[in-house]
T-cell receptor, first 112, second 115 residues
Framework: GENVEQHPSTLSVQEGDSAVIKCTYSDSASNYFPWYKQELGKGPQLIIDIRSNVGEKKDQRIAVTLNKTAKHFSLHITETQPEDSAVYFCAAKAYTGNQFYFGTGTSLTVIP | GEEVAQTPKHLVRGEGQKAKLYCAPIKGHSYVFWYQQVLKNEFKFLISFQNENVFDETGMPKERFSAKCLPNSPCSLEIQATKLEDSAVYFC?????????????FGEGSRLTVL
């Protein structure tokens, strides 16, 4: 089955700096890669996703890049703000199934 | 509704008691997933449904866990004879697939504490 690895497990950045979180996956059949933000005591919220027919997608300060050859994808947050502090999870899903495979999460702290 | 609604938010049970959690998926979503999250880390997949049919139950500890999604009723996850290690946040998520594309939306979770 699919194996998704996520790094780093914790990340601290100064407000205004950029944050990058990386994930790798093992199953070449995976073709959908969402990112979730989970704030304390809340459920994960879908913030951005990318499908394997594109290499990069942007939404304001958030961007995701995908390298299918290397089987890795990354979340980029620019101009970080304290409200970006949360745990971020990556996930992968294959076309042929409906199973989502999650990374182990990155706890991001933005220091004011 | 426009969000996945989970109840109760918190549930406390003594070891050996039964626990039942509920989930109302987003209207129009045909897929429902249950995940267990321990210590705010990884999501352990339990079971998924396509409408009222079990789609994948490979993550379910079958001897004590059961789940249903019946028409016109919230989906449910039931744990018989709870154990201390069942303490976790249980998340329900719903999704709708069109071809190979789909998005998964999570509820706020139900925190189960087994004493």
């Amino acid at each position: 089955g699919e194996n998704v690895e996520q790094h780093p497990s914790t990340l601290s950045v100064q407000e205004g700096d950029s944050a990058v979180i990386k994930c790798t996956y093992s199953d070449s059949a995976s073709n959908y890669f969402p990112w979730y933000k989970q704030e304390l005591g809340k459920g994960p919220q879908l913030i951005i996703d990318i499908r394997s027919n594109v290499g990069e997608k942007k939404d304001q300060r958030i961007a995701v890049t995908l390298n299918k050859t290397a089987k890795h994808f990354s979340l980029h947050i620019t101009e970080t703000q304290p409200e970006d502090s949360a745990v971020y999870f990556c996930a992968a899903k294959a076309y042929t199934g409906n199973q989502f495979y999650f990374g182990t999460g990155t706890s991001l702290t933005v220091i004011p | 509704g426009e969000e996945v609604a989970q109840t109760p938010k918190h549930l406390v049970r003594g070891e050996g008691q039964k626990a039942k959690l509920y989930c109302a998926p987003i209207k129009g979503h045909s897929y429902v997933f249950w995940y267990q999250q321990v210590l705010k880390n990884e999501f352990k997949f339990l079971i998924s449904f396509q409408n009222e049919n079990v789609f994948d139950e490979t993550g379910m500890p079958k001897e004590r866990f059961s789940a249903k999604c019946l028409p016109n009723s919230p989906c449910s996850l039931e744990i018989q004879a709870t154990k201390l290690e069942d303490s976790a946040v249980y998340f329900c998520a719903s999704g709708r697939w069109v071809g190979d594309t789909g998005e998964l939306f999570f509820g706020e979770g139900s925190r189960l504490t087994v004493l």
